[in-house]
C-alpha cells in the first residue's frame, strides 16, 4: 500500500470510527472539546505510524488504545499535580479516588451506550435547533465545520462559534453525559429526533444554494437514525422518522434531471428508486405501528412516503388514502404546511378544484407568507384546471420567493409552458 493509500485509508477509518472515539472519550473526560482533541491526537498518532507499520487489523482498536492512553497520561498529570499541591499543604481532590477504575469502566462500557449517550448529549432541548444540528454533525455525524457551513449555507466561523458555545453550554450544565431515563428520556429523545429531522430535510429540499439536494446530508441522517433504531428497538417514533427517512431517500436519484433541475414526484423514473432502502423503511414502519405508534407524527409522514413507494407506476398512486393520511396527520401535528400538503393531496384523489378549494383559506396564513410551495400548489392546481393564466402568474410569485437556484429555474420554466 502506497503512503497515499495508506493516507486515504486513515481518513476513511477516522471518520467512521470517530463518533465512537468522541463517544467512549467524553463519559471518561466529561469535556467534549478535550475528548476531541484526544481523538485528533489518535489520528495523528495513525498518521505517524500507520504508513511505516502499515494498517492495523482492528485500526478503530488501535485509535481508542491510543486516546485511552493519552486521556489516562493527563489524567496521570493532573493526579501528579494535585500531589504535589498536597505537599505544600492543599489537600488531594477526594474525588480522583478511584479515578483509574472509573476511567478503565467507562472506556471498556459497550460503544452503543456511549455513543447513544453522546447523541442524546449533543441534541440536549437547552441547545437551539441550529446549534443542536450543527454540533450532532459536528460529533456523531463526523462532519468538518467548512462542511456543515456549507451544508447550512453558512459561513466557517458563524459554525464554529455555534458549536463552541454549544459545546460550552454542556459543559456549563454540568451534565452527566448518560441517557436519561423516565419524562426527562422522553423529553430528550423528541429533541433528538427533531434535530435528525431537520437535518434530513435539509438534505432531501435544500432550502438555497445551487444543489435541490444534498444527499450527504440525508446519509448522516439516516446512519444516526439507524443507531438509534438499533440501541432504543422499544420507541415506536424511532422507527417511524426511520421508516420516513429510508423510504424518502429512496427517491433521491430519481429527484433530480442531469441539469440538477428538479423532477416532480408523478414524473419520476421509478425503476430509479431504491428498493432496498423502501424494503428497509417499510420494515421499519411495520415496527413501529407493531409498537402501537401508528398514529405517531413520523410514522404518518412514512406511511405517506409508503404509499407512493408501493406505486410501481403514478396511475398506480393511492392519492384517496394520502389525502386520508393528511387528514390524520394534522390532528397530530398541525402545520400549515401539513395543511397545503393535504390540498395537493385532495387536488389528486378529487381534482384541482378540490385542491384550489382549500388552499384558498391558507393564503392570509402568515407563517406560509413567503413561501414558495404555496404559489407553487396553487398554480398546479390552476395549470390542472385549465386556467393558464393565473397559473402562469403563480408560478412566477414561486419563482420569486424561492431561493433555491434550480427550483426558481423550475418554476420559470412551468410558468413558460404556460404560455403554449
Known amino acids: 500500500m502506497t503512503a497515499t493509500e495508506t493516507h486515504r485509508a486513515i481518513e476513511t477509518v477516522f471518520r467512521i470510527e470517530l463518533a465512537r472515539l468522541i463517544a467512549g472519550l467524553v463519559r471518561l473526560v466529561r469535556d467534549v472539546s478535550l475528548a476531541e482533541e484526544l481523538a485528533q491526537d489518535a489520528l495523528l498518532a495513525a498518521l505517524s505510524e500507520w504508513p511505516r507499520a502499515g494498517v492495523p487489523q482492528t485500526p478503530g482498536a488501535w485509535l481508542m488504545a491510543v486516546a485511552k492512553r493519552r486521556a489516562v497520561d493527563g489524567i496521570r498529570r493532573d493526579r501528579m499535580l494535585a500531589r504535589k499541591h498536597a505537599e505544600i499543604g492543599r489537600d488531594l481532590d477526594p474525588a480522583y479516588d478511584g479515578g483509574f477504575e472509573t476511567v478503565e469502566a467507562a472506556l471498556d462500557d459497550e460503544i452503543g451506550d456511549e455513543l447513544l ?28 465545520t467548512d462542511e456543515i457551513a456549507r451544508a447550512f449555507l453558512s ?12 459545546k460550552k453550554a ?17 423529553a430528550r429523545l423528541a429533541s433528538v429526533l427533531e434535530v435528525l429531522y431537520l437535518i434530513f430535510n435539509e438534505g432531501y429540499a435544500a432550502t438555497a444554494g445551487d444543489d ?50 428538479p423532477v416532480p414526484l408523478t414524473e419520476q423514473n421509478r425503476a430509479r428508486w431504491d428498493r432496498l432502502l423502501i424494503r428497509r423503511g417499510l420494515a421499519a414502519l411495520e415496527r413501529a405501528e407493531a409498537l402501537g405508534g401508528a398514529r405517531g407524527a413520523y410514522a404518518l409522514q412514512a406511511a405517506l412516503a409508503a404509499c407512493h413507494a408501493r406505486a410501481r407506476r403514478p396511475e398506480e398512486t393511492d392519492w384517496a388514502k394520502i389525502a386520508a393520511l393528511y387528514d390524520a396527520l394534522r390532528e397530530v401535528m398541525p402545520s400549515p404546511v401539513v395543511d397545503l400538503n393535504r390540498a395537493v393531496a385532495y387536488s389528486m384523489a378529487i381534482g384541482p378544484q378540490a385542491g384550489l378549494a382549500l388552499i384558498t383559506a391558507l393564503e392570509g396564513v402568515d407563517a406560509l407568507r413567503g413561501y414558495a410551495s404555496l404559489p407553487a400548489a396553487k398554480g398546479d392546481f390552476l395549470f390542472r384546471a385549465g386556467r393558464l393564466a393565473e397559473a402562469k402568474a403563480q408560478f412566477e410569485q414561486a419563482a420569486s420567493l424561492s431561493s433555491n437556484t434550480r427550483e426558481k429555474a423550475f418554476f420559470l420554466k412551468r410558468a413558460a409552458i404556460c404560455d403554449r
Request: with cysteine.
Open 170 to 186: 454542556l459543559g456549563k450544565a454540568g451534565l452527566s453525559y448518560e441517557v436519561p431515563r423516565g419524562a426527562e428520556r422522553k
Open 212 to 261: 435541490l439536494i444534498r444527499p450527504s446530508l440525508c446519509s448522516e441522517a439516516q446512519r444516526m437514525g439507524r443507531v438509534l433504531a438499533g440501541l432504543m428497538p422499544d420507541e415506536p417514533e424511532v422507527f417511524g422518522l426511520l421508516a420516513l427517512m429510508e423510504i424518502q431517500a429512496s427517491r433521491l436519484a430519481a429527484r433530480t434531471a442531469p441539469d440538477g433541475s
Open 117 to 144: 449517550s453522546l447523541i442524546f448529549t449533543a441534541c440536549h432541548p437547552m441547545l437551539s435547533p441550529e446549534a443542536r444540528a450543527a454540533l450532532t454533525l459536528r460529533l456523531i455525524g463526523g462532519l468538518a
Open 155 to 166: 459561513n466557517e466561523a458563524t459554525i464554529a462559534q455555534r458549536i463552541v458555545r454549544a
